[in-house]
Every structure is written in C-alpha cells, then in structure tokens.
C-alpha cells in the first residue's frame, strides 16, 4: 500500500501564491507518475498536471505558466507552486501516484481564492 498525504492548502487572495505538498510513504517501490487533480465544487474532478519518475511535466492549459511540479524522490514527495492564484482555482487538490495497474490517492487539500 502507499499512502499520499497533501500539505499546504489554504486561503489565499487573488493573485497569491501556494505551495502544495504530497508525501508518499509505504510502499512506494516503483511509484512512477505524480501529479495533481482538484475539483470544485459541483463539477468533475479536474487534472492538473503530472511529472514522471524522470521529471518530464505536463500541465493542463488552464494552469500552464502559473503551475510548477516538481518531485524530490530522496523525499518521496511531489509539489505543487502555484502562483498568480485566481477565484476558479478555487478547489479540493488531489496528489496521486501512479504505480504499474494501480492508482494512488490523497485524501485533498482545500485551495480557496478570494478576490
């Protein structure tokens, strides 16, 4: 099993900035993918962005050039910077990680944007 806990959450007015933890523990053996989902509230859950166990990153347009993943496997965790906030990034963050046939979760972390 591996467990994923977030960090970093919080309230933020428009414009800030954010940065989101995800430590992985357990047995994090062959953990490849990382990344992030969120969901606001009454819609779907929403993909973020992703990095692979060799650092190449992809990020969703809405979040592209204000989004930065990064990954330090000595710490098995992944971040989430976050700049230039705005009020529809408001959302529960998900991390997961991606093991051959299985998929990871977090348990979220509130972002809430106030303009």
């Known amino acids: 099993q591996v467990q994923l806990v977030e960090s970093g959450g919080g309230s933020v007015q428009d414009g800030g900035s954010l940065r989101l933890s995800c430590a992985a523990s357990?047995?994090?053996?062959?953990?490849?993918?990382m990344g992030w989902y969120r969901q606001a509230p009454g819609k779907e859950r929403e993909w973020v962005a992703y990095?692979?166990?060799?650092?190449?990153?992809n990020y969703a347009d809405s979040v592209k050039d204000r989004f930065t993943i990064s990954r330090d496997n000595a710490k098995n965790t992944v971040y989430l910077i976050m700049n230039s906030l705005k009020a529809e990034d408001t959302a529960v963050y998900y991390c997961?990680?991606?093991?051959?046939?299985?998929?990871?979760w977090g348990q979220g972390t509130q972002v809430t944007v106030s303009s």
């Open positions: 357990g047995s994090i053996f062959r953990l490849n993918t």
């Open positions: 990095i692979s166990s060799g650092g190449s990153t």
């Open positions: 997961y990680a991606d093991r051959p046939g299985r998929r990871y």
